[in-house]
């Protein structure tokens, strides 16, 4: 799925956003090793962990794109960094569960007709 | 879904059951007896080789008949079971070339509803020069798609493979970084140099991650955990990329239990950056193929973790 589309349907506000990739995992977790173990490649990861270690995770799991939730305060630096690496970053008020809910039943619906 | 496995997996078996012959599906120890045989003859030899018929042949090989275990049964009901075969035998026997290719054997088999075919030399000869069962067929397709299987998975190792040329210019080359302290800032930038360095070589995407995951867990474990240290990574003489953390100390003073799952000793402040979730170590030695632990309360922890690579030759 494009990223854009969910970017759209979920209303994420947009930090970095370079090339409209395909995204066709999700993973949600704040534990750095959690993620380190567990999200697959491709991914959009779902977070409150906004620091430029984040990013550091995404890079070497191949994330491509991190949405931080409930408004979590993004550091300038963080943003430099996630520009230089070419990971989107995203922004909502929302909760964690409520947007992997979202982007979860947006990526099976798609997956469905496919 | 499901369908479209099935139709795959059929189309594999479809041409392979028009590209294997006969003759290499069929078993050539043949067990046949002359039209003097006694249908209790070929009983005890049905009974003993667990077979269900015998083809009859003459002197030159050449197929006269056939005898079932229908007809051994009948020639029981019937009382003729010690007489000859020759006057009760089959004697309209299908046949087929060991030159054609097995579809022609299930094509005979399910048309005339037998359970085996006696196999001729050519097309025009009677000469008799196997058997063919549909347990025949399938052994051989069995064997096939295992010998495909097997190929493809060679392939596939040989795709994850650096040439040999490359590692030998990297086995000097040596990555040393130092991590310090409590500097969560800075702490992954050695894993992502890595990371960078193995794609570089053209190592398989997988292994670079694994490699990358190691390097980034050690170093966050420096960072968190000890007073500083170092990450040095290189590729050894047996082909492994053998990444070595160490640092000045405190030391682990219980390594069990600094690799049991969900076991930290991170503060509060580091947990709420979400780390020390006591998955680190266990990590590392799920992802690597040798792993290596020591630790002194005086000068500080050694980890030594290989990751295969994976040469081509």
Redesign the interface.
């Known amino acids: 799925m494009k990223l854009s589309k969910i970017v759209d349907v979920c209303h994420l506000e947009k930090i970095v956003f370079g090339t409209d990739c395909e995204i066709s995992n999700g993973y949600c977790g704040?534990?750095?090793?959690?993620v380190?173990?567990n999200a697959r490649?491709n991914s959009i990861w779902i977070?409150i962990?906004a620091?430029?270690?984040?990013?550091?995770?995404a890079?070497?799991?191949?994330i491509k794109a991190i949405v931080f939730t409930n408004n979590v305060p993004v550091s300038q630096?963080m943003i430099d960094k996630a520009e230089e690496?070419e990971i989107a970053i995203f922004i909502t008020g929302k909760d964690s569960f409520t947007v992997s809910g979202e982007i979860y039943s947006l990526m099976e619906d798609k997956t469905a007709k496919d | 879904m499901k369908n479209r496995f099935s139709k795959e997996k059929i189309t594999l078996v479809n041409e392979l059951i028009y590209e294997i012959k006969i003759k290499d599906a069929m078993t050539r120890q043949l067990i046949f007896f002359d039209k003097n045989a006694t249908f209790r003859e070929i009983q005890l030899k049905l009974k003993a080789k667990k077979i269900s018929g015998v083809p009859i042949l003459n002197k030159m090989k050449d197929i006269i008949g056939i005898v079932s275990i229908d007809d051994v049964i009948s020639a029981f009901d019937k009382n003729y079971v010690d007489q000859r075969i020759a006057d009760y035998m089959t004697k309209k026997v299908f046949t087929v070339p060991q030159n054609f290719s097995i579809i022609s054997a299930i094509h005979e088999l399910e048309k005339h509803k037998i359970g085996r075919l006696p196999v001729t030399e050519s097309p025009n000869s009677k000469k008799i020069v196997g058997i063919i069962t549909i347990s025949d067929i399938l052994n051989r397709l069995l064997i096939e798609t295992q010998t495909i299987a097997e190929k493809i998975e060679e392939e596939e190792i040989k795709k994850y493979q650096l040439p040999e040329d490359l590692i030998k210019n990297s086995l000097k080359k040596v990555l040393k970084f130092d991590v310090k302290g409590d500097d969560?800032?800075n702490?992954?930038?050695a894993?992502?140099t890595i990371?960078k360095y193995f794609k570089g070589l053209g190592a398989d995407?997988d292994i670079t991650?694994r490699i990358?995951?190691i390097c980034?867990?050690a170093e966050?474990n420096i960072c968190l955990h000890s007073l500083g240290g170092t990450i040095v990574v290189k590729i050894d003489e047996n082909q492994n990329a053998m990444i070595c953390a160490h640092d000045k100390g405190p030391g682990i003073p219980d390594i069990d239990l600094a690799l049991t799952p969900g076991y930290t000793t991170a503060s509060e402040k580091i947990r709420a950056?979400?780390?020390g979730?006591?998955?680190?170590l266990p990590?590392i030695k799920?992802f690597a193929d040798e792993f290596e632990l020591k630790s002194s309360l005086i000068s500080g922890t050694e980890l030594i973790a290989k990751v295969k690579l994976g040469v081509k030759k």
């Open positions: 704040d534990l750095m090793s959690d380190m173990a490649t977070t962990q620091h430029k270690n984040s990013i550091a995770v890079i070497i799991k191949d630096e690496e | 969560f800032d702490a992954g930038q894993a992502s990371k995407k991650r990358a995951i980034y867990e966050m950056l979400g780390f979730a006591g998955m680190g990590n799920n």
